[in-house]
Nanobody, 114 residues
Framework: QVQLVESGGGLALPGGSLRLSCTAS????????TGWYRQAPGKQRELVAR???????NYVDSVKGRFTISRDSSKNTVFLQMNSLKVEDTAVYYC????????WGRGTLVTVSS
């Protein structure tokens, strides 16, 4: 009943930028907490950023000042603007919506490499 589709991943150079998008069907995203998570090779999945129904946001310390989560309510889409990318940002990035039940996208791969 909830489908999340991520896009925008790819290859970036260290110091470069990417913008990830998560478009939802089945729920109006601004009514829920929406987040981006990532899972790096050999690592557990971690929370990267969240945006709440009141538009407050939070971020894992490692991306503060570099990543920005936002949304376009008219498009039912949440974005993750990723600037000053580092090699350690390499991961599969997943969109999550917390409706009481957690819903996940299939992920989009971000590779930061020189």
């Amino acid at each position: 009943q909830v489908q999340l589709v991520e896009s925008g991943g790819g290859l970036a150079l260290p110091g470069g930028s990417l913008r990830l998008s998560c478009t939802a069907s089945g729920r109006y995203l601004p009514n829920y907490t929406t987040g981006w998570y990532r899972q790096a090779p050999g690592k557990q999945r971690e929370l990267v950023a969240r945006i709440f129904s009141d538009n407050k946001t939070n971020y894992v310390d490692s991306v503060k000042g570099r990543f920005t989560i936002s949304r376009d309510s008219s498009k039912n889409t949440v974005f993750l603007q990723m600037n000053s990318l580092k090699v350690e940002d390499t991961a599969v990035y997943y969109c999550n919506v917390a409706t009481g039940v957690n819903y996940w996208g299939r992920g989009t791969l971000v590779t930061v490499s020189s």
